[in-house]
């Protein structure tokens, strides 16, 4: 079976109500809002669970500790003592080399890779500014999938129909002037069916969510939070339900809640989108962010070690 792992960035499950710019993430998908009432639910094309982000650690959920949760089956922010924004410290750098669930997979012989299409310029402004501060610059993401020894995607893959930049659409990539052209998430969703011909597991980074609900552009906002439903809708209809699953999961909240520019302390969504019942069973029963690696695992039919168990996922 293949397995997408769609991460979308600051999407959480907030109240039903005005506020809340994702509550119809689900139309097309689910009969049932995208909210935290919803969950749990069952639903004939999957399911809707949410995971607790914080760990037990108080203040809000931040992404470097959420990515490391998400990635690496850890509680990150009660490894640290506290939740760290944007970009992985030395503890958690050498936590993502060891423990990311790309490396992992790829060590036990499943066929890994990321969809993501990466500029040209990425690498030289994280090396540049690595090199200034002298600490790390790069994000769990691009550390998860260099670690693993799958290659990044570039604009060639692109031109092949073999890569997908992070918000679907080359918005993002055309206003800072690359000559590239505007796709539907349509036509997105077609080149992700493309990748999932090459590999078993494949990782996408969405992250404009979590970019325009800092700046409060609700607009904005809610175009994306349509097209990455639009991207989902046609990639179900041209996969097999019964051998390819969607897994859509986040690292905290921010984008649901409108009032704010901040994170929330809201549960984040684990939506599984598939119609087998092993798919299903391996990731039924998650109340915690840093479940997710193991369900993953189960899914491949890999077993989980034990020291990944000790301490709630705590790295040792």
Same mark, same amino acid.
């Given at each position: 079976?293949? @397995?997408?792992?769609?991460?979308?960035?600051?999407?959480? @499950?907030?109240?039903?109500?005005?506020?809340?710019?994702?509550?119809?993430?689900?139309?097309?998908?689910?009969?049932?809002?995208?909210?935290?009432?919803?969950?749990?639910?069952?639903? %004939?094309?999957?399911?809707?669970? %949410?995971?607790?982000?914080?760990?037990?650690?108080? /203040?809000?959920?931040?992404?470097?500790?959420?990515?490391?949760? @998400?990635?690496?089956?850890?509680?990150?922010?009660?490894?640290?003592?506290?939740?760290?924004?944007? &970009?992985?410290?030395?503890?958690?750098?050498?936590?993502? $080399?060891?423990?990311?669930?790309?490396?992992? &997979?790829?060590? !036990? /012989?499943?066929?890994?890779?990321?969809?993501?299409?990466?500029?040209?310029?990425?690498?030289?402004? $994280?090396?540049?500014?690595?090199?200034?501060?002298?600490?790390?610059?790069?994000?769990?993401?691009?550390?998860?999938?260099?670690?693993?020894?799958?290659?990044?995607?570039?604009? %060639?893959?692109?031109?092949?129909?073999?890569?997908?930049?992070?918000?679907?659409?080359?918005?993002? @990539?055309?206003?800072?002037?690359?000559?590239?052209?505007?796709?539907?998430?349509?036509?997105?969703? /077609? &080149?992700?069916?493309?990748? &999932?011909?090459?590999?078993?597991?494949?990782?996408?980074?969405?992250?404009?969510?979590?970019?325009?609900?800092?700046? !409060?552009?609700?607009?904005?906002?809610?175009?994306?939070?349509?097209?990455?439903?639009?991207?989902?809708?046609?990639?179900?209809?041209?996969?097999?339900?019964?051998?390819?699953?969607?897994?859509?999961?986040?690292?905290?909240?921010?984008?649901?809640?409108?009032?704010?520019?901040?994170?929330?302390?809201?549960?984040?969504?684990?939506?599984?989108?598939?119609?087998?019942?092993?798919?299903?069973?391996?990731? $039924?029963?998650?109340?915690?962010?840093?479940?997710?690696?193991?369900?993953?695992?189960?899914?491949?039919?890999?077993?989980?070690?034990?020291?990944?168990?000790?301490?709630?996922?705590?790295?040792?």
């Amino acid at each position: 079976m293949k @397995l997408l792992l769609f991460f979308v960035d600051g999407l959480g @499950l907030g109240k039903n109500d005005e506020s809340n710019p994702a509550r119809f993430f689900l139309d097309g998908i689910a009969d049932i809002p995208f909210v935290k009432e919803s969950a749990p639910t069952e639903f %004939s094309e999957g399911f809707l669970f %949410s995971a607790d982000a914080a760990g037990g650690v108080p /203040g809000l959920p931040q992404s470097a500790t959420g990515q490391a949760m @998400l990635m690496c089956g850890t509680n990150a922010p009660a490894l640290l003592g506290y939740h760290l924004t944007a &970009l992985p410290n030395e503890t958690l750098v050498n936590l993502v $080399r060891e423990r990311n669930v790309l490396r992992l &997979l790829a060590e !036990k /012989g499943v066929k890994v890779t990321a969809s993501n299409l990466y500029s040209p310029e990425y690498f030289t402004r $994280r090396d540049d500014l690595q090199e200034k501060r002298g600490r790390n610059a790069y994000p769990v993401s691009a550390l998860s999938i260099r670690s693993s020894g799958t290659s990044f995607r570039l604009l %060639s893959d692109y031109h092949e129909g073999k890569a997908l930049f992070a918000d679907l659409t080359n918005r993002s @990539l055309r206003e800072r002037g690359y000559d590239i052209p505007l796709i539907e998430p349509e036509e997105a969703a /077609g &080149l992700m069916v493309n990748i &999932l011909g090459e590999a078993d597991f494949v990782f996408h980074e969405y992250f404009v969510t979590d970019t325009y609900a800092h700046k !409060k552009r609700r607009g904005d906002l809610e175009r994306a939070l349509k097209e990455v439903n639009r991207f989902l809708v046609h990639l179900r209809e041209k996969t097999d339900p019964q051998d390819t699953a969607i897994l859509v999961v986040s690292d905290h909240g921010n984008c649901e809640d409108a009032e704010t520019a901040d994170h929330t302390r809201n549960e984040v969504p684990v939506l599984l989108l598939s119609r087998n019942e092993t798919a299903r069973n391996a990731f $039924r029963g998650i109340t915690r962010l840093d479940e997710v690696q193991a369900g993953i695992l189960a899914y491949f039919g890999l077993p989980v070690e034990d020291e990944m168990l000790e301490d709630g996922g705590a790295w040792l």
